[in-house]
C-alpha cells in the first residue's frame, strides 16, 4: 500500500497525515473534527448512482482539499507539477494521490460510497511514453470499470477530474485532450 511506502500511517479520522513538498516529502498531522465529518458529508451529498457518487466523491476531495490546504500551507498549489516547481507549499501527483485516497478512505468509513469499492492507486508512464504520473482510484461495483480520481492537474482546492482508467493511463491530460465527457465521468 502506497501509504506503507511512504511511511506514511494508515490513516484514520483521529489522525491522518496531510502530504505535501513532494512525494510526501513533508506532512502535518491533522484529525477530523465532529464539524469536519458534517462538512465532509454535506459536501458528499446524496447521490443516487454510480456516475453521481463519482461526482460527489470530487466533491468531498475539493472540501477536504479546501479545509486542509490552509493549514498546511499548501492553498497556493498550483496545478501539474512543473508550473510551481520550486515555489513553497506545491504537491506532486504522489502527495495529491495520498491526500485524495485518504479522503477516500474516510468516506468509505462513514458508509457514503455505495457504488464503488477503493482501489490501490494506478500509476503511468515509468519515464518510457511519459513521466510516472498516480493517481487515487476507484471501481465501479456494477460494472467492473475503474475511474482515476486525479486531482493533480488543478490548483488547490478545485474538484478532481474523474477519467475512466483506460482513458486515463493512455496519457489523458486536459490540457491536451480537453475535459472527459459527462457521459463517460
Known amino acids: ?28 498531522t491533522l484529525t477530523v473534527s465532529d464539524a469536519d465529518k458534517q462538512g465532509l458529508i454535506k459536501a458528499f451529498g446524496a447521490p443516487q448512482n454510480p456516475q453521481q457518487e463519482r461526482a460527489s466523491m470530487a466533491n468531498a476531495v475539493a472540501y477536504m482539499e479546501q479545509m486542509n490546504a490552509p493549514k498546511a500551507g499548501t492553498e497556493n498549489d498550483i496545478g501539474g507539477t512543473f508550473t510551481g516547481y520550486g515555489q513553497s507549499g506545491q504537491l506532486d501527483c504522489e502527495d495529491e494521490s495520498i491526500n485524495t485516497t485518504t479522503t477516500l478512505m474516510f468516506l468509505n468509513e462513514l458508509g457514503l460510497i455505495k457504488h464503488h469499492r477503493l482501489r490501490s492507486q494506478v500509476t ?58 459527462a457521459a463517460l465521468q
Open 1 to 28: 500500500m502506497v501509504f506503507e511506502r511512504k511511511g506514511v500511517a494508515v490513516p484514520t479520522m483521529a489522525q491522518y497525515q496531510y502530504c505535501h513538498g513532494y512525494g510526501c516529502a513533508r506532512q502535518i
Open 124 to 181: 503511468r508512464g515509468f519515464f518510457i511514453g511519459g513521466w510516472p504520473h498516480t493517481s487515487a482510484a476507484v471501481v465501479d461495483i456494477s460494472t467492473g470499470q475503474s475511474y482515476a480520481i486525479d486531482s493533480w492537474f488543478e490548483n488547490s482546492g478545485v474538484k478532481p477530474h474523474i477519467v475512466p482508467y483506460e482513458m486515463w493511463s493512455s496519457g489523458w491530460d486536459p490540457e491536451k485532450d480537453g475535459p472527459v465527457p
